[in-house]
């Protein structure tokens, strides 16, 4: 199993649509993370959890709301969002907060 | 905040060539990590340093810390065509009070076969 999963790994919905992006990681880390990669922008970070706290939430609007029911498993749930949260989700993982992470393959998410 | 300015944006090299960029910044950084992404993947962890000087390989990658700690340098020796992707730094950084990792803009490198 590779260190970091996500599912889906493209994903299309409407604005009205409710959806979840599912992250596992096998690598006994305790913090993860998700961020944002646009076309021709640097990663964005929106959430990071910590021994499954929230510790940051950078300013991310609610209609993206994250999950961590533990240090394995990091969802992102996805309600009434907009054409321009089109973008690579990336989920990454870390032994502690902020060192080396490590990152999933991304869900590719497109909104019509 | 901090920012990680990366030279060149991009990079059309031909199969065999060495490959050389760089990551600077304003401010000091106490490790310095290379990622590679390639199209539709998230990225890869290359080479992480952690001491001003370290000059660390992995394969034909080597990477070195600045002495100054505000700059890092990625080489690839004789380019191949799986060597095709974004290069991206980046370091743990104290922004307005919250840590977080910051990344680079990116080195795009093409390969001409």
């Known amino acids: 199993e590779t260190g970091v999963t996500q599912t889906p790994r493209h994903l299309v919905m409407g604005m009205t649509n409710k959806k979840s992006l599912k992250c596992e990681q096998h690598?006994?880390?305790?913090?993860m993370y998700w961020y944002k990669q646009s076309a021709k922008k640097p990663l964005e970070l929106m959430f990071v959890?910590?021994?499954?706290?929230?510790?940051e939430n950078n300013s991310v609007p609610s209609r993206f709301s994250p999950e961590c029911p533990n240090s394995s498993h990091l969802f992102l749930h996805l309600h009434t969002l907009q054409p321009e949260d089109s973008a690579l989700y990336l989920c990454?993982?870390?032994?502690?907060?902020?060192?080396?992470?490590?990152f999933g393959p991304g869900t590719r998410l497109t909104v019509l | 905040g901090q920012q990680l300015n990366q030279s060149p944006q991009s990079m059309f090299i031909q199969e065999g060539e060495d490959v050389s960029m760089n990551c600077t910044s304003s401010?000091?950084?106490?490790?310095w990590l290379w990622y590679k992404q390639e199209p539709g993947e998230g990225p890869v962890l290359l080479i992480a340093?952690?001491?001003?000087?370290e000059l660390t390989s992995n394969g034909r990658l080597t990477a070195q810390f600045g002495i100054t700690r505000k700059d890092s340098f990625l080489n690839i020796s004789a380019s191949i065509p799986s060597d095709v992707g974004i290069y991206f730094c980046?370091?743990?950084?104290?922004?307005?009070?919250?840590?977080?990792?910051?990344f680079g803009t990116g080195t795009r490198l093409t390969i001409i076969p």
């Open positions: 990454a993982s870390s032994h502690q907060r902020y060192n080396e992470q490590f």
């Open positions: 690598l006994g880390h305790n913090a």
């Open positions: 959890y910590n021994f499954k706290e929230q510790t």
């Open positions: 401010s000091i950084f106490n490790t």
């Open positions: 340093l952690y001491k001003a000087g």
């Open positions: 980046a370091g743990p950084s104290i922004d307005f009070g919250n840590e977080k990792l910051t």
